[in-house]
């Protein structure tokens, strides 16, 4: 079974705070992503990965930045949490497609609350 | 970005009956893939669904069906023989081979099933 694993289900972290997310993946997927899912809004993609140390902009990269060092593991950073940024966040992982075997893999989400 | 359209914030089903979700996309590629994900209480998103855009046939797997329209760009989601385990959210999903393998996702639609 695929695996994607995020550090934390719940994390509580004051305003100004610098926060890490963590996701890490066990299929040796070449792609990951980080979503933010907010009611009413879906999933929104913040930023994702093609390769280590490649990056690209979401829809909504503003206040966050990443970092892959390693293929397995993909980071969120809050360079200074905001209470806007109170929200669910979505790690997933696919492998580039290969005819009909495509599918993102996700994790079980890290429910983040700034205060 | 592709935009992804569930017209339907809530729906509800009586337990064995038939249910249909929607969704609509938005895209000038002749070559994607659609998914329907399902997010039980757990968060844990599944995949529930796939479509390749170039097969005519539509997708099914056991109770679950679509029906992909492409020219409409339309793919529905049919639940036959509704069960207490299919309450959820839904979401449908777009991937395309000239998108960097983004998956860009609708705003969900919430399933109640009526015992």
């Known amino acids: 079974d695929v695996k994607v694993t995020q550090s934390s289900r719940y994390l509580v972290k004051r305003t100004g705070e610098k926060v890490f997310l963590e996701c890490v993946q066990d299929?040796?997927?070449?792609?990951m992503f980080w979503y933010r899912q907010d009611p009413g809004l879906g999933l929104r993609l913040i930023y994702f990965s093609y390769d280590v140390k490649m990056k690209e902009k979401g829809d909504i990269p503003e206040g966050y930045s990443v970092s892959r060092e390693k293929k397995e593991r993909f980071s969120l950073i809050l360079e200074s949490a905001s209470t806007n940024q109170t929200s669910m966040y979505l790690c997933?992982?696919?492998?580039?497609?290969?005819?009909?075997?495509?599918?993102?893999?996700f994790g079980q989400g890290t429910r983040l609350t700034v205060v | 970005a592709q935009t992804v359209t569930q017209s339907q914030p809530e729906m509800s089903v009586q337990e064995a009956e038939t249910v249909t979700l929607s969704c609509t996309y938005d895209?000038?590629?002749?070559?994607?893939?659609l998914f329907w994900y399902k997010q039980p209480p757990s968060r844990q998103m599944i995949l529930v669904i796939r479509q390749e855009a170039y097969k005519q046939q539509n997708a099914t797997e056991n109770r679950f069906s679509v029906n992909f329209q492409k020219a409409a760009k339309s793919f529905s989601l049919k639940i036959s023989d509704s069960q207490l385990g299919d309450a959820a959210m839904y979401f449908c999903a777009y991937e395309g081979g000239n998108t960097g393998n983004q998956f860009y996702f609708g705003t969900g639609t919430s399933l109640t099933v009526i015992p």
């Open positions: 997933a992982s696919s492998r580039l497609p290969q005819g009909s075997n495509t599918e993102a893999f």
């Open positions: 895209t000038s590629e002749s070559d994607y893939y």
């Open positions: 299929m040796d997927h070449e792609n």
